[in-house]
Each structure stands twice: as structure tokens, then as C-alpha cells.
């Protein structure tokens, strides 16, 4: 929901105290008071607890009290039990609703402290990446598919050492805390090793004994490393989404590893051991490392985001703006929530 539909409902919901009394009030005028409108009154302080503080229903209470009180005088209600009747409840309505919105307040408060807990929990683990490094312009963006989560397990990172450009980006299987705690091993051990391994071999084995060792095979983590260098960016695949590179000249190009190596995690269990894998990556061009949150985005055909067609979205000046309409882009394919996490870094290859 945009920020303008929800002050548009917002600006509804403030007004329908007001509309159901003028309503009442009209019904009753109009009818008199055989018709027994009078109680109804009560829908006032019922709508006011929907939004704001206890004191918005509260004082939607007193003024219904008083509407209540002027029209069962001018209908004569108080001759009977009727009048007294339709004054309790309202009373009891407003009572009710004050004590759901100071409920609501107090969950609206944890719920804020919550968000706030997050919001330093993804400082933490999911830095701000660098807006450049070196020769290179770079742009991040994460949509998380938990509800108003920040986090959740996919991971990246960017890291200028003197090997070169070190960047990661992964995605852990599952979702949840448990997700995110592997995310965190994984951070941690990138952070700590991309600075003193000689290569993206040695980085990808020491990632393996980390994950390896803190998960003990609960948990794999696809990723793919890159190194940038020299015009030249060298690759290094743990069964993830190929990376996708966007030429000078627009080409499209998604180069596959000789052998994809085991995702981080199952390294244990055998199987080929990574091969690096190199490919030109030179003033304009642009390679965009993503999780199969954005490639397996599915419209309500079932049909998959088409990636490799939507290139002309990062052709903006920005490389943050143009990876941003990139991201609206896949929402609005899905057309509602993500069903799983979406990470995309962009790096681009400045000209000189």
C-alpha cells in the first residue's frame, strides 16, 4: 500500500464517527422514535477506536452522550426506560472502545520498539555497501517477503581489499531467525577473510568451514563471489543464480561456471571443488548479482520475472535510482507481497 492510499484511508477512517452520528441523528429526525435508531448513537466512540490515541474514542463517547441525551428529550424517550437504555449503551461502546485502543496503543508501542531492534539488527548485519569503490559505482537493494520484516536471509556485502573489489551476495535456505543467524555466520566470516585470502578459492574454502562449522549441515547457503580487478572480474559459483552482465553496447550476458560448486555448507559431502571463472567487465559496463527471490518472481500466470528483458531499467544515470525502478519493477510483475527475499547488487563500471 503507498503512502497515499493510506492517508486516504486514514482520512476515511477519522471520518466515519462523525458520518455514522450525522446519519443516526437524521434517521432519527426523520423516522422519530419508533424506530429505535437512538442506540445507534454508539457507533460513533465504535469507529473513533479504530485509529489514534484512547482519547479519540473517549471524547467520540462524550459527545454521543450528549447527542443521545438531546434527541431522547426532544423524542420524549425519557418518560420510559428507553432513554436510559440507549445512554448505556453508548456508555458501554465507548467504554469498549477506549479499552481496545489503549490496547492497540500499548501493542503499537512494542511494535515500534520491535522495528527499531531490526532496524539496528540490519545495520549490523547488512551494512550500508559503499556508494563507490575504485573505478566502480554501487547500488543495493533487499525486499524482505516478511511482512514489515527489514532482514531475512538473503546477504550481501562489498569490500575493497588489496586483492581487488570483494563483493558476495547469497541467499540461505529457508527464512526466518534461523535464516538470518546463517546470514550472520556467513557476513562474519566474509568480512574477516575477503582481506587476507589470496584468492576467491581460498575465500569460498574458508566460508565453507565457517558455515560448516556453525550450522553442522542444518543449514546451505547458495553465493556467488566476485573479485574486480584490472578490467576483469572473476567469478567464483556456489550453486547460485548466474550473475548478469549488461555491455557498454546493452549486450545481455549471464556467463555460467565450467562447474557450479556446492552451495556453502554441503561442501562436506564431496562433489567437484569450485573453479573460478573469468569475464570482461570494463568501463560502462554494468554486472547486477542477485538471489532467485527476483528470477523465480511470479505474476499470477505463474510466469517468472523476465530479467534479461528488462535491462533497459538500469540504463538511468543513478545506479541507486535505476536498480530502485528495477525493484518496482519485479513488485509490480508479482502484483502483492514477494513470496520469497529479494536481493540485487549493481555495480557499474564508471567511465573515465
Not at 587476507?196 to 565457517?210: C, F, I, N, Q, V
Not at 546451505?220 to 567469478?235: H, P, S
Request: hydrophobic residues 45%; aromatic residues 6%; charged residues 20%.
Amino acid at each position: 500500500m503507498t503512502r497515499s492510499e493510506q492517508r486516504h484511508r486514514a482520512v476515511l477512517l477519522a471520518c466515519f464517527p462523525a458520518v455514522a452520528m450525522v446519519i443516526v441523528t437524521l434517521v432519527d429526525l426523520t423516522a422519530g422514535p419508533t424506530v429505535g435508531f437512538l442506540p445507534l448513537v454508539s457507533l460513533g466512540p465504535a469507529f473513533a477506536g479504530l485509529i489514534g490515541t484512547w482519547r479519540r474514542p473517549a471524547l467520540t463517547g462524550v459527545a454521543a452522550l450528549v447527542l443521545c441525551v438531546g434527541l431522547g428529550m426532544y423524542d420524549g424517550l425519557f418518560d420510559t426506560r428507553r432513554g436510559f437504555t440507549a445512554m448505556c449503551s453508548v456508555a458501554g461502546v465507548t467504554v469498549a472502545a477506549v479499552a481496545a485502543a489503549f490496547m492497540r496503543g500499548r501493542r503499537e508501542e512494542e511494535l515500534a520498539s520491535v522495528r527499531s531492534i531490526a532496524e539496528v539488527a540490519q545495520r549490523v548485519l547488512l551494512r550500508p555497501v559503499p556508494p563507490s569503490a575504485g573505478s566502480l559505482r554501487i547500488a543495493v537493494s533487499y525486499t524482505s517477503a516478511v511482512a514489515e520484516a527489514r532482514i531475512g536471509g538473503d546477504l550481501y556485502e562489498v569490500v575493497s581489499t588489496p586483492h581487488g573489489i570483494r563483493v558476495i551476495v547469497g541467499d540461505v535456505q529457508g527464512k526466518g531467525l534461523a535464516a538470518v543467524e546463517t546470514a550472520a555466520v556467513v557476513l562474519g566470516a566474509f568480512r574477516e577473510a575477503a582481506h587476507d585470502a589470496r584468492d576467491l578459492t581460498e575465500l569460498g574454502t574458508r566460508l565453507e568451514r565457517s558455515v560448516a562449522r556453525e550450522v553442522n549441515g542444518e543449514k546451505f547457503v547458495t553465493a556467488v563471489l566476485a573479485e574486480v580487478r584490472d578490467e576483469e572480474v572473476v567469478l567464483l559459483n556456489h550453486g547460485h543464480p548466474a550473475p548478469m552482465f549488461v555491455r557498454r553496447d546493452g549486450a545481455v550476458d549471464f556467463p555460467l561456471p565450467t562447474a557450479y560448486a556446492l552451495p556453502l555448507g554441503l561442501g562436506l559431502h564431496g562433489g567437484k571443488p569450485p573453479q573460478p571463472y573469468r569475464a570482461r567487465f570494463g568501463p560502462g559496463d554494468q554486472l547486477l548479482l542477485y538471489t532467485d527471490g527476483v528470477t523465480e518472481a511470479r505474476d499470477r500466470t505463474g510466469t517468472f520475472y523476465p530479467l534479461g528483458d528488462r535491462t533497459a531499467l538500469l540504463a538511468g544515470a543513478d545506479a541507486q535510482a535505476a536498480l530502485e525502478m528495477l525493484r518496482e519493477d519485479v513488485v509490480r510483475h508479482v502484483d502483492g507481497p514477494l513470496h520469497d527475499d529479494a536481493a540485487m547488487l549493481l555495480l557499474r563500471y564508471h567511465q573515465q
